[in-house]
């Protein structure tokens, strides 16, 4: 057989294997989609599941952790790694998040920490849409960037603020004190109470958190109660202009420095709130 007329037979053959192997594929990517979307009528793959009306507004607002977890309930079953690529053992190594008093047991996921974990069951009742408004691709920042336009975050899923909301650095700057609460923190006997027992008791007041429970903890063990969201997470050390809801007490007179600040959360961090932390009327 002349060389061209083997060239073409076998280019053929090339085509046809591509083509089969293209065809095979393209059905075991449908297959191993179809099952993560069938938690929504109507949803057949991925893309058409990227666009289900559950991320979006309204139905993101009402969506159910349930909900959620249909498609995305990986974060919550990964785990962390037992051992690091370069072979340092999860066991034998303490994370950032574990040197503080209020973590018990092993390293665990971000998600697990804020969601299952035992203490953010004591002092927390976080669900997905608290930090997660949908993902809608349209509602992500432009490239180049646009600093007059803030209602992008960023390609982020999550908008920065809400991690602010309780992880804003110790203000000591605004409280008067010339050092941070870790150079202060034994002269005040590591007790933040000393101060926040009679100024600004009205706080927490949100739906992801439980007040009583907070205050509660923070009387028994002291200032890492506090601390451990307000500047022990060392990756925030910027302040967020936290709302300074009326306490029983409170002056008339409004500083300097917190003249624009709001006087009460969110509206959708407010709704299911039932009672007030004690040492403020409503």
Aim: hydrophobic share 35%; proline share 6%.
């Amino acid at each position: 057989m002349p060389f061209h007329k083997k060239a073409i037979l076998l280019l053929g053959i090339v085509c046809i294997v591509a083509v089969a192997a293209f065809l095979i594929l393209g059905r075991m990517g449908q297959e191993s989609v179809q099952p993560l979307a069938s938690a929504h009528a109507g949803v057949k793959d991925y893309q058409r599941a990227r666009w289900d009306p559950l991320h979006f507004k309204p139905a993101i607002d009402s969506a159910s952790d349930e909900q959620c977890l249909a498609c995305h309930l990986e974060i919550l079953e990964n785990s962390v790694r037992p051992e690091s690529k370069a072979g340092v053992k999860a066991a034998n190594s303490l994370a950032w998040y574990q040197t503080l008093d209020t973590y018990e047991g092993e390293q665990g996921t971000f998600h697990w920490r804020h969601l299952k974990s035992a203490y953010s069951s004591q002092v927390m009742q976080m669900q997905c849409v608290t930090c997660h408004q949908g993902s809608d691709p349209r509602d992500r920042a432009v490239n180049p960037p646009d600093v007059n336009n803030t209602a992008h975050v960023l390609r982020k899923n999550t908008n920065p603020d809400i991690c602010l909301m309780c992880h804003g650095k110790h203000a000591n700057e605004i409280m008067g004190m010339e050092q941070s609460w870790p150079e202060i923190r034994d002269a005040m006997q590591n007790d933040c109470l000393i101060c926040h027992s009679t100024i600004r008791t009205n706080r927490h007041q949100v739906n992801f958190l439980k007040p009583e429970a907070i205050e509660k903890l923070a009387a028994e063990k002291g200032g890492d109660v506090c601390y451990g969201c307000h500047g022990g997470r060392q990756w925030y050390r910027i302040g967020f202009p936290y709302p300074r809801h009326p306490w029983e007490g409170m002056a008339p007179e409004v500083p300097e420095w917190a003249k624009d600040r709001p006087t009460q959360s969110e509206a959708r961090f407010l709704s299911g709130i039932s009672s007030n932390v004690s040492g403020s009327k409503p």
